[in-house]
């Protein structure tokens, strides 16, 4: 995820821009230069700023470095926090569909029997 992304919802959530500058105790201005590019945010601020939307701080913190690191092998580096924090989140969003999809005891009853009717009338036509 791009540090724009991050700093977007941070401003929705604190309001305005200079709202969320005072929060993470910078300017405005170190605000826009993050997202437009030029420059990235410290890691203390990244932290803050992943506490504040209540985001992965390491996933805050390679976001920030990606935007000014030239380095190819460090780029791969930052990048490979995302995939960890993707599959992690993937992993926990199949778990949760599966535990939604598996019966409970009392429903499991309650659905082999609605089988075993279905059955039984399958087997009368």
């Not at 490979?80 to 009392?106: D, E, H, R």
């Amino acid at each position: 995820m791009k540090i724009k992304i991050f700093i977007e919802i941070a401003e929705k959530k604190a309001g305005k821009q200079i709202e969320l500058a005072k929060i993470l105790g910078i300017t405005d201005a170190h605000i826009r230069m993050v997202k437009s590019g030029k420059r990235g945010f410290s890691d203390d601020v990244c932290i803050q700023l992943a506490d504040f939307i209540e985001a992965d701080r390491l996933e805050v913190i390679a976001a920030s470095n990606l935007v000014t690191e030239k380095d190819e092998n460090k780029r791969k580096i930052f990048e490979s926090c995302f995939s960890k924090v993707a599959n992690f989140a993937a992993a926990a969003l199949f778990l949760g569909v599966i535990s939604m999809m598996t019966p409970s005891p009392a429903n499991a009853d309650q659905q082999r029997l609605s089988a075993n009717s279905v059955t039984q009338l399958f087997v009368l036509c």
